[in-house]
Every structure is written in structure tokens, then in C-alpha cells.
């Protein structure tokens, strides 16, 4: 009687773990499903320069071996001032081995700064600069904002986000894999 | 209707110009070239036999095989409108046509007259919803379309044929027999002057000189060929870098049709050397595939190993008979047989690229050989005589009815998109065709079984029989019941579900349902042993409707093998069979019932 | 007491789980196959499966018969019983036991399947994108009020009369796959319904290509009153006016949406040289999901799977102007059971086989 009632739980326990197992299984899969993305050819980032608000001057290929992140956005383009708070964020989670270069297309300096005044304070790896030469549309092609570059630390450009329609977490994962 | 025309202009034009008497010319080069049909790439031999079959529904005529009959139609299209090619069983279409009633087979040009008198009402019978046609306009139609492919191949190789005009001085070639290819280069000019000369003299040609008369003639005559080669397509025999194209085709875009000149002169002059010579010479160097299916074809490995199945058993029978037991030459014919069995499906694997079971035909080859090589297996583990004569008697019944399965001459097809490329397609398939070759033989065991029991047989040979019987169910419910599954699987990567109750599906689960109830049967003793078996033995039922049935239904996702005629045969078999074991059943338990008693 | 309750649901339990139970359930299961099969013929597929399969009870006139899910679930039920109360495991049961076990697990697949699968399609054409799902088989009635989406009714719960609405809707004639036809007789008719009338037929060979239809009537709405024609795919929806309010009715294919979006970039057809029998198709497409890009190649029997959708080629759309892809586009939580299941219930047989084979007949 009592093996018959020790095998009734061990069944019980078989059935219930395998079947747990294989709904794990699939909500996995289906959480995890980044498909195989194709090898899309990693372009080098091109170099430029930029002056950040402090006035110091510098080339961004200076951050080799730091993932950098440029963020092309304006104070006047709602969506970047929508998500700014959630990049200076992520910046300060990943301080040791990100760079967040916000370059700003706006046509005054003080606007800049008085929208800056509004926000938390940026952690040091947080540049802000003023793009007066226009490197957005001349170098990068950038027509529409926001739109966020992401290299890994070769500095080879590897995602784009246009919008700010990103999650981030997702933003986190990608870093993650760099 | 104008084809029709234009080869009857071809023939005319060519009367002086049949081919000289019955060469005496070797086939093997000429068959061994490759052609396009189909979506494969064949030996022209394929070819040949598949054309001739779907013609006349035999494999030679007039003493000639199918290779021998191509060359005639190719190279001397004059003798191959005589010769009687097609074949028309149903009277009311002959009397349509107006032909003589006495045979069934007649020739291109017995027919033409006759086509071409009702080409017009075919026509509206061509627009009309094939369901609803009855038997005479289907048989009329396909004739219609069976006399159109043959008027192509006829005129596959116009371009290089003999003309038979003579041409005037000025245009010679100097060559005796000239073809359209020869005057190629200076076929403009010919046309030029041709219209020049109506233009000049009007189109009577009385009032031409001789040689005016015959620039007019074989102006005309260029014409015409011209006309009716231009969309000639049908043999696919010229490789240009990887495409295949017809011999037109090929001559439109200036290609060399030299070789292809030789090889009609060669046949047309009965010169056997010229002949190889100039088949080898377009061949080049010919793939492993095209010799091995050539081989393939004049082997007809399955027929063969039928043979050697029945052989076996007969002698078997014989050496039981004279209470011998000399199995050497049995054994040796079950030997021979699987050997070409197996060899014939390796050819069939490497020929077609795919595993051996796409089509229902495929199927009952492989579960044939399952059967035979399970036979062997049992009778070397368990020197099981049963499963000799269950194992080698289904199979050549199998290979028997192979052929009736198929539809037209062609058993090596391409399959749709779905079928293929896939490894649990692959797995599902030989897997259920292994478990219905299991159950098959099970089911033999358990008609065995009945017999030897009225035949007063040991009770230790029954018993043994009995064990062999419980073993091969649990086999036959493992393949069955993983490939039914491997199915789902197959099923739920391509398209998306694992189940669909469909036809093909429902029949496989209900040979896995049948297996599993008589195993609880008789575990809840709800069937006895004689019961038991009776269940066993009606898995032939079973089987068969799960394997045939469901295409009869012609419904689902897997009706890629509509037979038409088989019902008959299918209900024949069931209902003798139910009756048989029904028998069987009876006497067994009258004979219970009596030693009981 | 207690002792007799447990006696009796032991007594109770044995008689579900004894090999009786599938000696008895079976028969019918195997009839119902049959009959279901043979069903599909006249019916079609779908509807054949639904009323013997996808059903608790059927009834053919007069009497009520055990439709699939009745059998298959008290087969399930015995099954259980015996796996947890009366397996248990020595060298000569442990093959039994793992089959039974498997057997159980595809079952249980089964269950998530039938309760909680999605099947639907997308046709997408070359060049553009889509997120849109249609269903196969559910229809839905739609009416949006000044083009916010109002109610949606699916097809079988549509009742003869929709309220909810400032004006009656009567429902007259509903069609799953209709044909049109010219309008022979007179009435109050207004739109399309003037010169067009639906009529049911039987469904189509490729469930895609069904063209549902609705035929209804409306009333309260005085100069707007009288019977329309509604159906898929109508070039314009019916519009009607009331108390100020712009109403559109639409009706067709259920529809939902992907939390992301597809674009098609490439379909090709790969044939079989010198004849038209496709060999394979695929579709080269870009999934697009929040802001990221990514492409993926959709092939037959190679399916795309991402987010708990699984995107199948199925089939296609070609005009002389445009090439469309359509996918099978289907959600399956129970989806990885059936593998579960089979390793379980192979390494069962074989091993019971083994067993078997070694001489000792069970």
C-alpha cells in the first residue's frame, strides 16, 4: 500500500514536472526569439569631432574600446525629449563601458542649456554637444530625430534605432551582447 | 488543326524520301542521350518508353522497342506517320472518327482526316469543366493532345531532314540531299528572289522556266518549315549552358545542329557506324545518372525480383512437399530477389535525389522490400518457414500490383513543392511504410496460423507461431504509432499543426487505434486468443484502406495520388478478405468446439 | 468511514484505469474516424472536423452520438488514472509505463492546442508591409461610429437582431463563403444589394480565397430602411447616418494584429525547369518591431518563428501587376509536446519491445 502511494506522488510529480517543463519551454521560446539576424556588413563609425558644452573639443574615435552611443535629437523634436531621460539613464547604469554622445541639431546653444537645467544632472560619460557643423545630415544622413547610433568598442556601428520607440531593456540587452 | 496541316505539307513534300530498309542500327548510344521532360533530365531512352506508352499503352511495337520507335519518328517522321502508334479501345471514338473497326491501333496519318473533320467541336470540349465530360470526350480529348505531341516530335528535327526538292544551280549546296539548315545562310536571299520573280511573273507557275519553278518550290518549301518549326519545343535534347532547348530553338539562336544532320543521314542510309558515331559524338561524356536509369530500364529490377519471390516460394513449397529440407535454393532466390530490390530503389534514390517513397507506387516498392528482408531476418534468427512464404508472398503481391498504380508511363516523377526536401517527411514516410510492411506480414502470420491449426500442425509450432504474431504486433505498433506521430510533426513544421483529422492522418491513427485495442484485448482478456488473432489477421484490412482508401477519397492535403479504377479492386479485396477470416475464425472454433466435445 | 470512501474510490479508479477502459472507447473512436473521414467528402474538411472532432457530442437526426473531445477525453482520463495510481515501475512494466506516460503528454499538447491555438493568415504584397491577421474560418461583423470601432459581432454569435446601435440591424442571411449573383427580384433594396444577392456555397478549395458575406436588413432609419448587402473585401463599406453619427458596417474575415510588423521584400517561386510544378516557394522578408530591422527567409517546410508566432509559406497571389506572399501565421502554445511526447513514447516501445524480445512474453 504504501509503495502503491509513494509511486501515485512519484507519477504525479513525473507528469506535472514534464509538463511544467515543456510550457517553460515554449514561454521561453517565444520570449527569447530574437531570429538569427543576417550579417549585415558592420560599417566603421566615421570619425568627427565635436565640441561639447564644457567648450573641450574632441574626435569620437578618442572612445575606441568603449561602446559608444550617439543620440542625434533637438529639444524642439518632442520624442527626443521624451526619451532623453531614459538614455541619460542608461548611460548611468552602464557608466564603466558606454559613452553617450547627445548630439543636439538645435540653432541655439541656450536652448540647449536651458532644457539641460530641466534635466537630471548626466553622469561623466555623458557628453552633450552642439552639432554646429551639421555632422547629423552631412556625415550620418540623418534626416529624421531621433535616431540613436550603437558601435561596439571596435567602434564599428552595429544598431540603429530610429524613433524612440525603443524599450530599455531592449537598449540594455543590446549593449549587453557588445 | 494547323499543326495537323503542316505535317501533312511535310509529309507531301517528302514523299520521294523514305528512309531506306530496316538498318540494322544498335540503340545503346542513341539512348543513352540526355533530354529534358518533365522538370528531369533523362535518357532519351526514358524518354522513348514513356512517349510509346503513353501512345499505345504498350512498351514496342511492330516487334520494335520504344528507343528503336523514336528514331523513326525523329529521323524518318515519312515511315513514322505510317506506322500504327495510338491506341484507341473505345469503339464509339473510333466510329467517330471513322476508322476501321477490326483494330485498336492506328497510325498517324490513318487518324489525320478524321482529327481534322472535328477539330473545331474538340475545341469547345477543351473550354468545358473537365468533370463534367464523359468517358468518349475524355478519351477524344486526350487523343487530341497525345496526336499534337506526336506531331512535334515528328517534326523535331525538320531543320535537318532532307528536303527532297531539288534545288536550282544557282542556290546548290552541292550536296545530293539538302535540308533546311543547309541553305540557312542564303535563305533570305532565296526569299528575296523568290518575290522578285512573283513580282515579275505573277504567281502561276506555268509560266516558269525549270529552275524559276524550283526556286518558287523551295522557297515555298523553307517557308512552310520555317513556319511550323518556329514554336516546335518539345524535345528539350540540346544542353546550351545548363539550358536545355530544342533543336529549333537551338537553330534560332544560331546553334550547330551538324552532329544532329549526321545522325539523320546516318539512320536515313542504314549506316550503323555513322550512326553511333554521331550519337556518341552529341553525347559527349554522358552522367553516371542517365547510364545507371538506361540500366535501370532494361533491367526492370522490380518484375525481376517478383520473379524470383514467387520462384522461391514455389520451390520451397515443393521441398516442404517431398518432406526435404533443402533451403539453399530458396534462400538463394530470396537472395537474388532482395538483391535486385534493393538494388533497384538504391537507383530509383540516387536517380530522383529523394528518398524512395513519394509516390503511392514508391510506397508499395519499399513496402515490399520490408517485407522480404523482415522474412529473411526472421527465418535466419528463428528458421521461421511461415515468414518465408508470408514475408516473399506479400512482397511479390505488392510488386504485382505496383504497376497498376501508376497513372501514366512515367514512375520516376518530380514532386510538389511540399513533399520535399524534409527530414521528418522522410523519417514519417519510411517509418509507416515499415509498420504497414510489419502489419502486413503479421496479419499473413495470423492466416497462417488458422491454416496450419486445420491442418492438425504441432502445438508447439502453433505456439511459436503465436509468440512470432504477439512480437510483430508490438513492432508493427511501434512504427506504425512513431510514424503516424513523425507525421504530426512533418505535418506541424510545414504547416503549422500537428493534427488536421485529415484523410491520410485518420487512416494512419486508425491502423495505431486497431493495434492498440487488441493488445488491451487481450490483456482484459475481452478477446480470446482465437479472437485475437482474427483481429491480427484482419489488419490487411485495415492497412489497405488506411494505404488506398484514403486516395480514393481524393480529399485533404495528402490526395497527390488520385487513382481512378482501384476502388473496385480495393472493395473486392476487403469484402474476400472479411469473408476468408471469417471462415477461417468459424472453422477453427468448430474444430474447438468438436475436440472438446 | 473514511476507510469506505477510499475503498470505493479505489474500486472506482481501478475500473476507469483497467484495460477495459480502451477495449470499450476505442471501437467508437475508430468509428468516429470513419465516419468523420468519410464526411469530408460532402462537407469539406473543416466542417467535417468540427461537428465529429472538435465536438463534445454530434447528432445524426434524431440521436445524440460521443463526438471527439467526449471519447479522447475519457480516453485521456483512464489513461491518467492508470499512470498515477497503477503504474508502477519494475524492468517489465517500465516500457508500458513510458508509453502510457507519453501517450499522456501528447494529450495534454492536445488539450493546450484545442483551447488555446490561433490559426490565421496575412497576405502581404511585394514591397509593402503588413501586421494585419485574418482568420480562416471566424467571420466578424464590424460597425465603427465616426470611425472609432463601435461593436464587433464574430459570425457565430450573431444574433437575427444587433442592438447597441441608434437603428435595428436584422440579420437575414449569413454566408461563409458566398457567390454573387445577379438580384432577380423587386424590393427595398439599397447599394449593391439593388443589383447583387449573396448566395451560400460551398466552402472553396483554399480557405483563403472565401469570400464571406452578410445579407441584412435596417430598420428605424426611415429613408435609410431596407435590406443591404454586406461582404468582404466591398469597395465601400455601408455607410449610415443616424442622430448625427457617420456608421460604417463592415463585414469579414476576423481580423488581428501582430505586436509587430512584416515587409515583404522578395517572393520567389522555384519550378521544376520546363514545366510550371512549383518545386518551392519563399518569401525574403524585413520584420520590423520597434524601431529594429532585421530581415528572415520564410520557406516551405522552413517556418519563421518569433515572439510565439509561427509564420508558415503557405501560398501566394500573382496579377499581372503585383506578386503577393501569403503566410500561415499560427500561435500554439502547446506547440512542443507532440516532440515531448513521441521521445517519450518511442523510448516506451522500444524498451517494451527489448523486454519482449528476450523471451518472457508479457
Known sequence: MQKKRATLWLNAALFLAVAALGYGLTIYFDGASMPARAETETKPLPDFSFTDLSGKTRSVHDFKNKIVIINFWATWCAPCVVEFPALLKIAADNKDNVVLIALSSDAKEDDIKKFLQQQKAPTENVLIAHDREDVTLKIFGVTQLPETIITDPELNIREKLIGAEWEPAMLQKIIDSL | ??????????????????????????????????????????????????????????????????????????????????????????????????????????????????????????????????????????????????????????????????????????????????????????????????????????????????????????????????????????????????????????????????????????????????????????????????????????????????????????????????????????????????????????????????????????????????????????????????????????????????????????????????????????????????????????????????????????????????????????AALLLTGIGTILGGIWADQSWGRFWGWDPKENGALLIVLWLIWIQHGRIAARLNRMAFLAAVAFLNVIVALAWFGVNLLGIGLHSYGFITGIALALGFFCAGETILIATLWKLNAEKTRHALA | MLQKTLQNCRKLALAVARADAPFYLLPPLMLLLVAGTLAQGPMGLYAAQKKFFSSFIFWTGPVPLPGGYTLIGLIALSLLVKFLAFSEWSRRRAGINLSHFGVLILLFGGLLTATGAKESFMVIPEDTESRYLYDYHQRTLYIFENDVLKLSKPFNELKLRITGVPFDLIVQNICSNCAIVKRANEGNYHGMAKFMALESTPPSKEPEADLPGLTFSIAGLKDQDGTYIAFEGMPEPITLYANEKEYKIIFGKRQSMLPFTIRLSDFEKEIYPGTDKARGYSSDIVIVDNGLEWPARIEMNKPLRYKGYTFYQSSFEQTDKMQATILSVVENKGRLFPYIGTLIITAGLLLHLAFVMRGRTA
Not at chain 2, 540503340?27 to 542521350?33: A, D, P, R, V
Not at chain 2, 497510325?107 to 469543366?129: I, K, V, Y
Not at chain 2, 518530380?414 to 522522410?426: D, I, K, P, Y
Not at chain 2, 502489419?439 to 491442418?455: E, Y
Open chain 2, 1 to 474: 488543326m494547323k499543326k495537323i496541316l503542316a505535317v501533312l505539307f511535310l509529309i507531301l513534300c517528302c514523299t520521294k524520301i523514305a528512309a531506306a530498309a530496316e538498318p540494322e542500327l544498335n540503340y545503346t548510344s542513341f539512348g543513352l542521350l540526355p533530354v529534358l521532360h518533365e522538370g528531369r533530365v533523362k535518357p532519351l531512352d526514358s524518354f522513348a518508353r514513356i512517349m510509346l506508352r503513353e501512345f499505345s499503352g504498350r512498351d514496342a511495337v511492330r516487334g520494335h522497342g520504344a528507343a528503336e520507335w523514336l528514331a523513326e519518328v525523329l529521323f524518318d517522321p515519312v515511315s513514322a506517320a505510317e506506322t500504327p502508334v495510338f491506341e484507341i479501345t473505345n469503339p464509339a471514338v473510333r466510329e467517330h472518327f471513322d476508322l476501321k473497326l477490326k483494330k485498336t491501333l492506328f497510325s498517324f496519318s490513318e487518324l489525320a482526316p478524321g482529327l481534322a473533320a472535328h477539330a473545331a467541336e474538340t475545341q469547345g470540349l477543351r473550354d468545358a469543366n473537365p468533370d463534367n465530360l464523359t468517358a468518349q470526350q475524355q478519351t477524344t480529348l486526350r487523343l487530341y493532345d497525345d496526336v499534337a505531341i506526336y506531331s512535334e516530335l515528328l517534326r523535331s528535327f525538320s531543320a535537318v531532314l532532307p528536303l527532297g526538292i531539288d534545288a536550282p544551280p544557282a542556290y546548290g549546296t552541292g550536296k545530293t540531299e539538302n535540308a533546311y539548315v543547309d541553305f540557312r545562310a542564303s535563305e533570305s536571299k532565296i526569299q528575296n528572289d523568290a518575290a522578285k520573280l512573283v513580282r515579275k511573273k505573277g504567281a502561276d507557275t506555268a509560266k516558269y522556266t525549270d529552275d524559276e519553278k524550283k526556286l518558287a518550290s523551295l522557297a515555298f518549301a523553307l517557308q512552310e518549315i520555317r513556319t511550323a518549326g518556329v514554336n516546335n519545343g518539345t524535345l528539350k535534347i540540346i544542353n546550351k549552358n545548363g539550358q536545355w532547348i530544342s533543336p529549333w530553338q537551338s537553330l534560332l539562336q544560331n546553334g550547330d545542329l551538324k552532329n544532329w544532320q549526321d545522325m539523320a543521314i546516318a539512320y536515313r542510309s542504314g549506316n550503323a557506324e555513322g550512326w553511333r558515331a554521331a550519337a556518341n559524338a552529341v553525347r559527349g561524356k554522358t552522367p553516371f545518372k542517365i547510364y545507371l536509369e538506361k540500366a535501370y530500364n532494361i533491367t526492370a529490377p522490380f518484375p525481376l525480383a517478383m520473379g524470383f519471390y514467387l520462384l522461391g516460394i514455389i520451390i520451397l513449397a515443393a521441398e516442404l512437399y517431398r518432406k526435404s529440407n533443402r533451403m539453399l535454393f530458396p534462400l538463394l532466390c530470396l537472395g537474388f530477389g532482395l538483391a535486385l530490390h534493393v538494388t533497384g530503389l538504391a537507383s530509383r534514390i540516387i536517380i530522383l535525389s529523394r528518398p524512395p517513397v513519394g509516390t503511392l507506387y514508391e510506397s508499395l516498392l519499399f513496402v515490399s522490400l520490408i517485407c522480404a528482408a523482415t522474412a529473411l531476418a526472421l527465418y535466419l534468427r528463428r528458421k521461421n518457414l511461415v515468414a518465408l512464404f508470408a514475408g516473399q508472398g506479400a512482397a511479390a503481391f505488392l510488386l504485382f500490383l505496383a504497376p497498376f498504380l501508376l497513372q501514366r508511363g512515367e514512375s520516376m516523377e518530380m514532386l510538389v513543392a511540399v513533399l520535399n526536401t524534409s527530414f521528418w517527411l522522410g523519417t514519417h514516410v519510411l517509418c509507416i511504410t515499415a509498420g504497414y510492411a510489419v502489419c502486413i506480414l503479421a496479419a499473413m502470420f495470423a492466416h497462417a496460423w488458422f491454416i496450419l491449426r486445420l491442418k492438425n500442425a504441432p502445438a508447439r509450432q502453433l505456439h511459436l507461431l503465436y509468440d512470432s504474431i504477439y512480437k510483430t504486433t508490438l
